[in-house]
């Protein structure tokens, strides 16, 4: 079975960086792309960025350089760098697996970030 497990979330200030970690077990990880996406209150969920098997990066267009994605192979991990974060960033995150040649994809539980003073 394969299952997602979203860490780092946290109340930070206006500013600050947070770096969110997903494992993934249950799952050959090298068949899986991997992406984070967001969903703040009362809006709809969306992508903020992801990144294939062989490592290429792709970022929402309001990024705007501000988070880094990055995968772990060994450890079946992949991170979500996140700074200068602002309040319109609190969201909840959530981790995605899709597998390569497949309809199947699979999601964490969300880790909550808020972003407050």
């Known amino acids: 079975q394969v299952q997602l497990v979203e860490s780092g979330g946290d109340l930070v200030q206006p500013g600050g960086s947070l770096k969110l970690s997903c494992i993934v077990s249950?799952?050959?990880?090298?068949?899986?792309?991997m992406a984070w996406y967001r969903q703040a209150p009362g809006k709809e969920r969306e992508l903020v960025a992801a990144?294939?098997?062989?490592?290429?990066?792709y970022y929402a267009d309001f990024m705007k350089d501000q988070f880094t994605i990055s995968r772990e192979p060994q450890t079946n991990t992949i991170f979500l760098q996140m700074d200068r974060l602002m309040p319109e960033d609190t969201a909840v995150y959530y981790c995605?697996?899709?597998?390569?040649?497949?309809?199947?994809?699979?999601w964490g539980q969300g880790t909550p970030v808020t972003v407050s003073k």
């Open positions: 995605r697996a899709d597998h390569f040649g497949t309809e199947a994809h699979y």
């Open positions: 249950g799952a050959e990880f090298v068949f899986y792309n």
């Open positions: 990144i294939n098997r062989d490592g290429l990066e």
